[in-house]
């Protein structure tokens, strides 16, 4: 499970620019070449793909970079702010390592996903919404995620769908995950 969300650090969220201009090269050169798949007058399409990658880049996507965004792609910046709002991929503060999204939506609801979620709740000893002191998790609501005969279902850092998570397979999963991160340090470490 190498595909996860790093938290930014205090450094990175202090660098987090105001302005287009103030966007790393880098990371411009990549919107440039998410803007040359529409035609000119389209370039505000790449809205979805630029908020992606300040996403990668600083593990959220802050006010400020949403007004980068939007001042690189001549939108509003209320505009690019209804389209992080809409998506709950996006994360508008820093997130735990692992980002756990339960669809709690009504076909879910009714086999077991809101049980799904307070299992989850109990066993991190957060509540929806929070993170772990320890920066590991995130827990969240999730709408659907499309997969509603496999209920209860979720979606770990946006990317790696889970289905038919009974209570033994979250702690299973959650064990994992923590066992993975803690590999993970201590190979960091040595
Ligand atoms: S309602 Fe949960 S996946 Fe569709």
Known sequence: MSDHLTPPSAADVAAIPVTAAQLPQSMLERFAREVAKYPAEQAQSAVIACLSIVQQQFGHVSVQAEAAVAQYLGLSPIAVHEVTTFYNMYN???????????CT??????REGV??????EKKLGIRMGETTPDGLFTLQQS????????????????????SFMSNDKLDALIDGLRAAAGQAQEGGQS
């Open 115 to 120: 049980h799904a979620l307070a299992h989850l």
């Open 105 to 110: 939506n009504l076909p879910c609801q009714l």
């Open 92 to 102: 508008p503060q820093p997130v735990g390592k692992y980002k756990l999204n339960v």
């Open 143 to 162: 709408e659907c995620l499309g997969a509603c005969a496999d209920s209860p279902v979720m979606l770990v850092n946006d990317r790696i769908m889970c």
